[in-house]
């Protein structure tokens, strides 16, 4: 049908149109995507066309795997194409007889004239707006066709500049990684310091050697410990830029992604009981936050 890149990464939003004509119809299709979960493809048409319907989801669907998808279908009649006429053979007939009826109660024949039966309606139907879906898929195919390609170039666009800012924050967060891996092993040596100036503001004097603050110490350094969830982080920085140029659709694999990461950074706060890393901790989650947000964006 038309060329879609399938490594780029896709925006779930877009808008695409397309104009096609034959002989007898002139056809306009539009179509517009938003975020959704799930596909799902909702056609606006006229209701002659309700038998073509499934072709135009199944087109679709060939360029869209997630998305609501909007298809708005215009048909107008070309200019000089021939219209019919239909007539009511039955209702004229009724008509007819109605005025042989009417002459025989007041005493002399009537019979409707030409005039009488354009007036009276049914009679006589122009089928000028009537659709035969057949005959209208050969303009709105092509139409259709036009309007997803272009749908897919928005949606392309869209899902570079996506992923142009996802770099850029992953940058960001491993910044924020690595400031906690270059802060996080003097932790230790600090809340020894603070122990030793606890017990001197209390009076209480122990020899630095002594054992039983070396124990505390060392309790400590392995509570504090996020060496596992620094090592989690640099897994996950590399698997996100691995999704950003896979060749399927990644936007569920980033989102459950956007949830490890912001687990980590949380069990890094409430291991590191160090204000510092904390604020730190707080600066990565506000900026994952972001992504999280764009990432909802993601086909």
Partial sequence: MFDVHPLLMHSMTGFGRGLA??????????????????????????????????????AALETVSRGRVQVSIN???????????????????????????????????????????LRQPGILTLSNGQIQAEEAWQAIKPALNDALSALATMRETEGGHLKDDFLARLETLAGFAKTIAADAPGRPLRQRELLHKRLRDAGLELDPADERVAREIALFADRCDVSEELTRLDSHFAKFREYLDAAEPSGRALDFLCQELFREFNTIGSKANDAGIAQTVVEAKTELEKIREQVQNVE
């Fill in 75 to 117: 048909l107008e009649r070309a200019a000089g194409a021939a219209a019919a006429i239909s007539v009511d053979s039955a209702l004229a007939h009724a008509f007819h007889n109605a005025f042989i009826e009417l002459g025989r109660k007041v005493g002399h024949p009537l019979l409707p004239t030409a005039a009488d039966y």
């Fill in 21 to 58: 004509a034959t002989d007898t119809w002139h056809a306009t299709v539009e179509i517009s995507s938003v975020n959704r979960k799930q596909a799902e493809v909702v056609v606006q048409a006229p209701r002659e066309l309700m038998e073509i319907e499934a072709r135009i989801r199944k």
